[in-house]
């Protein structure tokens, strides 16, 4: 799928669309097993790779099965729509907390997939940008949300 930032439409069939979950799901577990061994070797403590193994995990199969049937690749597109929106929203954990932890493991994950030639370079330096220039964004939005003072059907959603 090109990088056009479009959601695709959903499978037609709902059965179609529960197949392709389970594909994806498969292909998801065999990717963060790749993912965890990865980590591991980098060094990274068992704590910190469970952290980053659970935070993939639901973007991987929740977010990005929630309406459509994404891969791994092409979810590279949608860490805004995710980080600045349905986690907020979806995630009752939803905090700054989360959401820098989330960016993080987002990062380290597509850089795995870089290295691996799943995705491109230039996608992943245009992910760790939007990144870098929307976390302040992402927090404002998680920070106002928890927010009970804040009306925010009067102060405006998203962002």
Not at 48 to 76: K, M, Q, V, W
Request: with cysteine; net charge negative.
């Amino acid at each position: 799928m090109a990088s056009t930032g479009e959601r695709p439409l959903m499978l037609d069939d709902e059965s179609d669309y529960d197949s392709r979950c389970q594909q994806l799901r498969q292909e998801n577990a065999a990717l963060l097993g790749d993912f965890r061994r990865w980590l591991k070797k980098a060094g990274l403590g068992e704590t910190t790779i469970r952290s980053h193994f659970s935070n993939l995990d639901f973007y991987l199969n929740h977010f990005l099965l929630y309406a459509d049937t994404l891969t791994a690749a092409d979810g590279i597109c949608y860490v805004g729509e995710f980080l600045g929106d349905w986690f907020i929203h979806k995630a009752m954990w939803s905090n700054k907390t989360t959401v820098k932890a989330n960016a993080a493991s987002l990062k380290k994950f597509y850089a795995f997939m870089a290295e691996r030639g799943l995705v491109k370079p230039e996608e992943l330096a245009t992910l760790k940008q939007q990144i870098k220039d929307e976390l302040p964004d992402w927090l404002g939005a998680v920070e106002r949300y928890n927010d009970p003072d804040v009306d925010l059907l009067e102060d405006g959603w998203p962002i």
